[in-house]
């Protein structure tokens, strides 16, 4: 009876043993595939998929000290499309965009952003920087031009407050230029952040004090790029008589070079720590940059190819015969542009109109950037729209802009405000990991400082005048795209792209004011001014003015 049972038992274990193997190699191979499945990186949308934020969310966004613009969100109105076409995918992580960039072997010759030769900011007063004393009476002024314009006058005017003891009244902003924008300081810029942050440079006030509304006045046009001698001999003595003066106008009212070395860190620490943009500025801008980021590196490209812009300054390449004339009405009736008759043949081959699209699309791929570049459009309205940009559409498809990155909803507090729309592209631009001005306007001298403050970020500064030439050759024939056409092009720009150097003064034999204006603008370089170099030695860090 025993062995009968012995050789049941055997059975049953042998059974046993035979199911926990099957369960165990199922388990073991289910895992196998289960790896498999997500061990291949699958097609990705270009951006994850976030909600949209609501200007509610916008407005309570707090931006740090710093003014860190860097995390990811996916433009709202591409969502449903990502919903529609990649809906079982996941959203790709930011890093991985950026990780693969870097493991191109191009990365560093397109992306990597030039020695800054151990320069750091110094804007600190010097010892024997005081306290404001008692005020001789309040400057009031009259910003003219867009928004950079501006900016650059108000860092000014804090700057002559200075000089000559006034109480500045915060700034009027331009409502009557080109763009008829209405917004006042405290809609553009942080207005108590501003007042604050100049505590012991300048008093600031909101508004002339009710007392003083009677008080003795004049509006002064104050000479162009005038020292310190101009604001202390002539301007200051007029507190005796007046205790309101007027600043008719605030652009390029105060000299490049030769003024106090306070002075200028005064006028640093005013654009780059004190001149803060509103809030809900600084809130929509911070998103656009994540927005941007979630593509990967991005050029931001100041594509001045604007009506206003090519009104001014009378360029007409690649434009219609209907379009040139319409040009050229605007010029005619606009009483503040004072050059009417314009050869527009000779200002480009001068160098002095913008790149148009077009060309812009070649310079970009002759410097071997890929076609998937992401590129963000800090720009207005561009001049003929779609039949204007479809050339560098073809060459960068990844065109981005405001209106693409945010919802019309998030968008609309701006509307209509041309000088906030420009702030939020200067945002973008500054953040960007290369950024490309196609004029050397206000707004590209501006970005170009703010970078160069914070580090030497990479800007590619177009020869336009040498690019024309080449451009010109193309269209006749003598020249096509491709290795010999690159290599040139490289070679002209490895000098322009943001390289530490000190500002430039004038230009050798110029004499009176366009000795002043053939200087490079303080503002587009504040070396060696605001930045110093920093030393190390025995792990102390001492900072040295070269």
């Not at 802009?401 to 019309?408: G, I």
Request: charged fraction near 25%; include cysteine; hydrophobic fraction near 35%.
């Amino acid at each position: 009876m025993q062995r009968p049972r012995r050789k049941v038992v055997v059975v049953i274990r042998k059974a046993l043993m035979c199911v926990i193997c099957a369960i165990a190699l199922l388990g073991l191979l289910s895992g196998h595939l289960l790896v498999f499945r997500f061990s291949t990186v699958p097609d990705f949308p270009d951006s994850p998929k976030l909600p949209t934020v609501t200007q509610h969310e916008i407005n309570n966004r707090k931006l740090s000290t710093e003014r860190s613009w860097t995390q990811e969100l996916a433009p709202p109105q591409l969502l449903k499309e990502q919903t529609r076409t990649h809906i079982s995918k996941a959203p790709p992580l930011r890093t991985s965009k950026f990780d693969g960039a870097r493991r191109n072997p191009d990365y560093d010759k397109l992306w990597k952003p030039p020695a800054n030769r151990n320069l750091v900011p110094c804007v600190a007063p010097s010892p024997n920087y005081t306290d404001p004393g008692e005020s001789k009476g309040y400057l009031v002024v009259s910003t003219n031009g867009g928004l950079n314009q501006m900016r650059i006058g108000i860092c000014d005017m804090v700057a002559v407050a200075r000089l000559i003891n006034a109480t500045l009244v915060i700034p009027e902003l331009d409502k009557r230029s080109f763009w008829k924008d209405t917004s006042n300081f405290s809609d553009v810029f942080d207005e108590t952040y501003f007042i604050n942050a100049l505590v012991h440079d300048i008093k600031v006030v909101k508004k002339l004090p009710k007392d003083i509304s009677s008080a003795t006045r004049v509006v002064k046009h104050f000479k162009s790029w005038s020292g310190l001698n101009y604001y202390q001999n002539e301007i200051a003595p007029m507190w005796e008589e007046y205790k309101v003066l007027r600043a008719a106008k605030s652009d390029s009212r105060l000299a490049n070079n030769n003024l106090p070395p306070d002075i200028q860190k005064l006028r640093c620490r005013t654009c780059y720590e004190a001149l803060h943009f509103s809030p809900k500025i600084e809130a929509m801008g911070k998103l656009l940059v994540e927005r941007m980021r979630s593509y990967g590196p991005y050029i931001a490209l100041h594509l001045r190819f604007e009506k206003d812009m090519l009104a001014f300054s009378g360029c007409t390449h690649g434009l219609s015969n209907a379009e040139a004339e319409e040009l050229r009405i605007i010029r005619e009736n606009t009483a503040y542009w004072k050059v009417k008759d314009i050869d527009a043949r000779q200002q480009r081959s001068k160098g002095y109109c913008p790149l148009t699209p077009k060309e812009v699309g070649i310079f970009l791929r002759a410097l071997g950037y890929p076609q998937k570049t992401p590129i963000y459009i800090a720009s207005g309205e561009i001049y003929g729209g779609d039949s204007h940009m479809a050339e560098l559409r073809s060459r960068f498809p990844m065109l981005m802009s405001k209106e693409k990155l945010a919802s019309v909803e998030e968008l609309e507090p701006f509307n209509g405000h041309a000088t906030q729309l420009a702030a939020l592209d200067y945002i973008v631009s500054v953040e960007s990991d290369v950024f490309v001005p196609t004029y050397s306007g206000n707004m590209a001298r501006a970005v170009e400082g703010h970078r160069r403050f914070l580090g030497h970020r990479k800007t590619i500064s177009p020869d336009r005048k040498s690019l024309v030439h080449l451009f010109d050759k193309m269209e006749r024939g003598i020249l096509k795209e491709g290795p010999k056409f690159s290599n040139r092009v490289i070679e002209i720009h490895k000098k322009l792209q943001g390289s530490p150097r000190k500002r430039r003064g004038p230009v050798s034999g110029t004499k009176g004011m366009d000795r002043f204006r053939s200087e490079e603008s303080f503002y587009e370089n504040p070396l060696p001014d605001c930045l110093c170099r920093r030393e190390t030695t025995n792990l102390n860090a001492t900072l040295v003015i070269r």
